[in-house]
Structures are given as C-alpha cells and as structure tokens.
T-cell receptor, first 113, second 113 residues
Framework: AQSVTQPDIHITVSEGASLELRCNYS??????LFWYVQSPGQGLQLLLK??????LVQGIKGFEAEFKRSQSSFNLRKPSVHWSDAAEYFC???????????FGTGTRLQVFP | EAQVTQNPRYLITVTGKKLTVTCSQN?????MSWYRQDPGLGLRQIYY???????DKGDVPEGYKVSRKEKRNFPLILESPSPNQTSLYFC????????????FGAGTRLSVL
C-alpha cells in the first residue's frame, strides 16, 4: 500500500542549529515528492518538490531536500534554523497519473532562541 | 492574486444543523479536493473532483457531500453534522492531476457541539 511516514512527531531545535526532518515513502510508481509547511492558523504552503532529475532540490526559505531512491527517503534540511521556521511540516507523495496526493502525519518543529 | 478561498474560516454549529463550507479558486484549475486535518492523523482526503460534474470519494467521505457545478467552486456540505466532524478542513486545487502540486486554502475550523 502507498504510504508516507514521518517518524518524528515533534522536534525541538535551537535557533541557528541545523535541521533535518525525515520522510520515508512506500510507492510503486516513480514518485513525485513534496514538502509543505503549515504555520499556525495558516494553510499549507509548498516548500519544494521533486519530480525528476537532480536528486537535491532547493526550495523556498532556505530549505533543501534530497531524494534517495535506495532508501525511499526524501528528507528536508536547513543549515541554520530561524525562529520563524517554527511550524508543522508535511511530506507528501504523488505521481504523474494518480488521483491523489498522500500526506504524512506531519512533524511539528519548535525553535528555541 | 492566485488563490484558493474558503469561507467561513471559523464555524461553530450544533449537531444535525446542515452547513456548507464554500471553496473557490481563481486559477482555472481542473482538480479540486477537500481534506480534513486531525491531530496525529495528518491530512485525509474527503472528496475530490477532476472537473465539472465529476466528483469521487476520498478516504473519509462518510457524512459529507460535494458538488462541482462550476469549475471555480467546490462546496463541502454536511447534511447532518456530528461531533466527530469537528476538525480543520482544507480545500485544495491543482492544475491537472492531483499527484502534482496542490494549492491550499487557509482552512476552516469547524466545531460541532
């Protein structure tokens, strides 16, 4: 069955520290992979996406993610976290000819000054 | 400005009182979808629509109805709301098949007493 797993429910980091949010997927077809961010009281905003090509993708707000097919992973990274990055982050997987986007359960990021 | 607009943003109602949450997009997208977001469960798809007059069930359709009479609008109808439908609801749209980038509304927080 198709699924997305975000193993970390809640992560706390200090401002300025590096960040890595994990995402593992199970998908039979060649996946499209996404990271969305949800700030408090807001909808979901697309951070970055992977469709094909270079497996290291750059997104908005200084985020990047690396697609590793052998590990079925698409981890999100940022070298230096800012207090404004505190939010909930969702990984999602789809494909070119599918009828739905499958979301993970989310990781809540807390940033301490 | 390209956007997905949901109304109302907040709604408190009582069990059994019919309600409609509206969703409108101005991007001429073919695909629209409704999700509910619950703690620990991430986003679960309720219904989706591939085009005008074409709708289909998602993962959690029970207790909900939708219609797609115009391309830009995709209202969510709760004929007889129950407390277990208390949730945060998101409408999303996509230019083509939904396994691609989706654009989200700001959300509707519904409480059913």
């Amino acid at each position: 069955a198709q699924s997305v797993t975000q193993p970390d429910i809640h992560i706390t980091v200090s401002e300025g520290a590096s960040l890595e949010l994990r995402c593992n997927y199970s998908y039979g077809a060649t996946p499209y992979l996404f990271w969305y961010v949800q700030s408090p009281g807001q909808g979901l905003q697309l951070l970055l996406k992977y469709f094909s090509g270079d497996t290291l993708v750059q997104g908005i707000k200084g985020f990047e993610a690396e697609f590793k097919r052998s590990q079925s992973s698409f981890n999100l990274r940022k070298p230096s976290v800012h207090w404004s990055d505190a939010a909930e982050y969702f990984c999602a997987v789809g494909a070119q000819n599918t009828d739905k986007l499958i979301f993970g359960t989310g990781t809540r990021l807390q940033v301490f000054p | 400005e390209a956007q997905v607009t949901q109304n109302p943003r907040y709604l408190i109602t009582v069990t059994g009182k019919k309600l409609t949450v509206t969703c409108s997009q101005n991007m001429n997208h073919e695909y629209m979808s409704w999700y509910r977001q619950d703690p620990g469960l991430g986003l679960r798809q309720i219904y989706y629509s591939m085009n005008v007059e074409v709708t289909d069930k998602g993962d959690v359709p029970e207790g909900y109805k939708v219609s797609r009479k115009e391309k830009r609008n995709f209202p969510l109808i709760l004929e007889s709301p129950s407390p277990n439908q208390t949730s945060l609801y998101f409408c999303a749209s996509s230019p083509s098949r939904p396994g691609n980038i989706q654009y989200f509304g700001a959300g509707t927080r519904l409480s059913v007493l």
